[in-house]
T-cell receptor, first 115, second 110 residues
Framework: ETGVTQSPTHLIKTRGQQVTLRCSSQ?????VSWYQQALGQGPQFIFQ???????GRGNFPPRFSGLQFPNYSSELNVNALELDDSALYLC??????????????FGEGSWLTVV | QKEVEQNSGPLSVPEGAIASLNCTYS??????FFWYRQYSGKSPELIMF????GDKEDGRFTAQLNKASQYVSLLIRDSQPSDSATYLC??????????FGSGTRLSIRP
């Protein structure tokens, strides 16, 4: 139990629709990162938010966007869903934007299926 | 672009034996590495963090880092069926980003 909670755990969307995934970070953590993990692949970095500002972005198109709120919870929004967006979306929280794996905690993820 | 390469497996090891998982990386300047374990349908769980050459031991797990040869490995002694999972090698790419390998599936057969 990492203290990072994500919702919803599973959802099915139709191609072209929009989806919002939510993450509550561990208490005291002000940094949230989002990763996409396709079946059989490792997680791919989408972006990170630190104190409500984007603090780094991976190789994902602009239809992937995010927000971080004053309580440090976060949302990942994906517009114009494509079939290839079907994946496990992981939220990770940490105390500061750092590189130490000892301070990064993953939530259980949101499984998105696009049909 | 930093890269991390792993053999996808599956790697099948008898119970009680040593499981050896390997990972190579492209950026000679990389300083630290993680090993994550991921059970099917679950999120990654950090099991080892190593940043200096040589071995780091934690219980049945030993991580080995060889910066000259650009590889990092994970040894699991006395393998148990509960060790059956996908093991992800990862490294920090920047202050915000971690690069993961595609993972090696490990199966421990009774």
């Amino acid at each position: 139990e990492t203290g990072v909670t994500q919702s919803p755990t599973h959802l099915i969307k139709t191609r072209g629709q929009q989806v919002t995934l939510r993450c509550s970070s561990q208490s005291g953590h002000n940094t949230v990162s989002w990763y996409q993990q396709a079946l059989g692949q490792g997680p791919q970095f989408i972006f990170q938010y630190y104190r409500e500002e984007e603090n780094g972005r991976g190789n994902f198109p602009p239809r992937f966007s995010g927000l971080q709120f004053p309580n440090y919870s976060s949302e990942l929004n994906v517009n114009a869903l494509e079939l290839d967006d079907s994946a496990l979306y992981l939220c990770a929280s940490s105390l500061v934007p750092g590189q130490s794996g000892n301070t990064i905690y993953f939530g259980e993820g949101s499984w998105l299926t696009v049909v | 672009q930093k890269e991390v390469e792993q053999n996808s497996g599956p790697l099948s090891v008898p119970e009680g034996a040593i499981a050896s998982l390997n990972c190579t990386y492209s950026d000679r300047g990389s300083q630290s590495f993680f090993w994550y374990r991921q059970y099917s349908g679950k999120s990654p769980e950090l099991i080892m963090f190593i940043y200096s050459n040589g071995d780091k031991e934690d219980g049945r797990f030993t991580a080995q880092l060889n910066k000259a040869s650009q590889y990092v490995s994970l040894l699991i002694r006395d393998s148990q069926p509960s060790d059956s999972a996908t093991y992800l090698c990862a490294l920090p790419s920047s202050a915000s980003k971690i690069i993961f390998g595609s993972g090696t599936r490990l199966s421990i057969r009774p």
